[in-house]
Nanobody
Framework: QVQLVESGGGLVQPGGSLRLSCVAS????????MGWYHQAPGKQRWLVAT???????NYAASVKGRFTISRDNAKNTVYLQMNSLKPEDTTVYYC??????????????WGQGTQVTVSS
């Protein structure tokens, strides 16, 4: 079992920045990939960014150039630096961990979510 705890969400003005953090604990000898997804109420969960254990990253088109995902394997932590935030970035962000490449994100572990609100 892997437990994921997110932090760093909050209220920020348009154009501002936030950094989300997600710490993994439990059976974390190795985690293939970690990532961030967002979900608006009543809608499906969408990928924001992912990073594999070798540092390969993947971003949604809507956040490329504004968000940066990084990972500290020694601390079992993944970060999402969010810059130039827009009101449409407002939603709940969830941390995800895929233990192995065979496990899809949906089958992996999820955090409880952290709310990001971009508003003036």
């Amino acid at each position: 079992q892997v437990q994921l705890v997110e932090s760093g969400g909050g209220l920020v003005q348009p154009g501002g920045s936030l950094r989300l953090s997600c710490v993994a604990s439990g059976s974390i000898f190795s985690i293939y990939a970690m990532g961030w997804y967002h979900q608006a109420p009543g809608k499906q969960r969408w990928l924001v960014a992912t990073i594999t254990s070798d540092g390969t990253t993947n971003y949604a088109a809507s956040v490329k150039g504004r968000f940066t995902i990084s990972r500290d394997n020694a601390k079992n932590t993944v970060y999402l630096q969010m810059n130039s935030l827009k009101p449409e970035d407002t939603t709940v962000y969830y941390c995800n961990a895929r233990p192995t490449q065979r496990v899809t994100a949906a089958q992996g572990y999820w955090g409880q979510g952290t709310q990001v609100t971009v508003s003036s």
